[in-house]
């Protein structure tokens, strides 16, 4: 039993007082230090390290070794004569605290309360001397039986998982369980971010392998009854929604997504694209979204074209004009802004200019043809150029060359209103009829798409 520890909470000194306390006239007077002399200490089997509790009651000792002796303590043995206060609070920190090994005893003709009656006293007689040996006997065996007991506090039994350790960290526990919590709730969050990311995804998918009109507005019923945290999945989607012309549907899912992200250049785009789609009515709304998403980022060479657009179904040639340049000087290379800042210059009448802009546009369509480089979208510019130029030749033989490509339906229709848009400023006209019909019969041929 070497290195074990024992701490004896019980009264101390001279004390006199009724030990049934319904019989309170009944007085005894008990000297407990001669108790714990003469008859407790003697009982403690060899091996135990013994501490009494007023031998803790010092400033400055109480708080720390006497709550760590009630805990740590491999036996802790109170004397409940008298019904001592201090003993009570001590034995109910240590059943609290600790299931190791209590060992009560008491005077006999103690009337102890209801409380503790349950559990096992030995009574020792102050008052018989004789009977003292058979006590110091079975207080000995109790402790000797205690200290190899796993478990014997009412507390423990009564809350088997109930687990107290004593702290030795920097932190205060109730810090760190608050710690430990948020860091739970984190990892919950964390957790359901990754499954509604996956679940995002997983539409997102989806709505780029919709093509049908009816499956687009599906997905958008699907995802408008959902929180959606993706501004990816709802561009998408409205991008989606714009090209089968569900329009307002488009808008409402920009919208959306403009809430999670209020200063992303490419939404405010869209929208006013959206708009721009929705025609002359919804014009401003095009220029106001346009134009707030260039103060955030004015390098869009796309968006000064599609901005040049606009200003151009207005009728405001010289803002268009500005636009377009602007795209040019940001993709020097780019047919688009070529083209259309020739158009401009011409519909202003600007014919010199006009054709300086359209011989840049032949040099360029030309080099791509000659490294093998060039498209449907290459041979419709140089087309244009042809037309503007006086090359009559050029240009049929371009625009047939760009119709063997089977070019999208869209795209020669854009090509078809360029040449229209010339006849009206009259620039070019002559070359541009006679060019049209290659271009029209196209369309005729494509209607259905």
């Known amino acids: ?30 000297d407990f230090d001669a108790v714990w002399d003469g008859i407790l200490q003697p009982s403690v089997p060899p091996g135990f390290e013994t501490k009494r509790a007023d031998e ?38 240590r059943q609290a605290l600790s299931k190791k090994g209590t060992v009560l005893v008491a005077c006999k003709g103690s009337k102890l309360p209801f409380d503790v009656r349950n559990q096992y006293v030995i009574n020792y ?34 809350l088997p998982g109930l687990v107290v350790g004593r702290y030795l960290g920097e932190k205060p526990p109730e810090l760190r369980v608050q710690e430990l919590t948020q860091r739970i709730e984190d990892l919950e969050g964390t957790l359901r971010d990754q499954r509604s990311h996956d679940e995002e995804e997983r539409l997102l998918d989806k709505v780029r392998a919709a093509t049908a009109a009816a499956r687009i ?28 012309s569900h329009l307002d549907e488009a808008l409402l899912t920009l919208d959306r997504a403009l809430k999670i992200a209020p200063d992303d250049p490419e939404l405010l785009r869209a929208i006013g694209f959206v708009y721009r789609k929705k025609g002359p009515p919804f ?74 802009w359209y011989r840049k546009l032949q040099g360029i369509c030309e080099k791509l043809v000659s490294q093998e480089r060039a498209d449907h979208w290459t041979y419709l510019c140089l087309g244009e150029s042809g037309v503007a130029l006086g090359n009559q030749d050029v240009a049929n033989a371009a625009y047939r060359k760009a119709l063997s490509c089977n070019p999208p339906v869209e795209h020669v229709r854009s090509e078809a209103e360029q040449l229209e848009f010339l006849v009206e400023r009259d620039f070019a006209a002559d070359q541009a009829l006679r060019v049209l019909p290659i271009l029209r019969e196209y ?5 259905s798409q």
Not at 1 to 23: N, S
Not at 310 to 317: D, S, V
């Open 1 to 30: 039993m070497g290195g074990k520890r024992l701490f004896v909470a019980m009264p101390y000194g001279k004390r006199k007082a009724p030990l049934d306390y319904e019989e309170p006239d009944k007085v005894s007077l008990i």
């Open 56 to 93: 803790l009651r010092q400033p400055g000792l109480i708080d720390r070794m006497y709550n760590e002796w009630l805990f740590e303590a491999d036996i802790v043995l109170a004397d409940l004569t008298f019904g001592n206060p201090n003993v009570y609070y001590e034995l109910g920190i």
């Open 125 to 158: 007689d102050y008052f018989a001397a004789p009977t003292l040996r058979a006590f110091q006997t079975e207080l000995r065996q109790a402790i000797e039986n205690a200290s190899i007991q796993e478990m014997d506090s009412p507390v423990h039994v009564f």
């Open 217 to 244: 507005l599906n997905l958008y019923h699907l995802i408008s009854s959902r929180e959606i945290k993706s501004v990816r999945l709802l561009e998408q989607l409205a991008i989606s929604l714009r090209d089968v």
């Open 283 to 356: 014009y401003s709304q095009a220029e106001t979204y346009m134009e707030r998403a260039l103060l955030l980022n004015d390098q869009d060479s796309e968006l000064h074209g599609m901005l040049g657009g606009l200003f151009r179904r207005t009728g405001n040639y010289e803002r268009a004009l500005t636009q377009y340049k602007r795209a040019h000087e940001l993709q020097p290379d780019d047919l688009y802004p070529l083209v259309t800042v020739g158009a401009m210059c011409g519909a202003l009448g600007r014919v010199g200019e006009a054709k300086e």
């Open 443 to 447: 369309l005729v041929g494509h209607r």
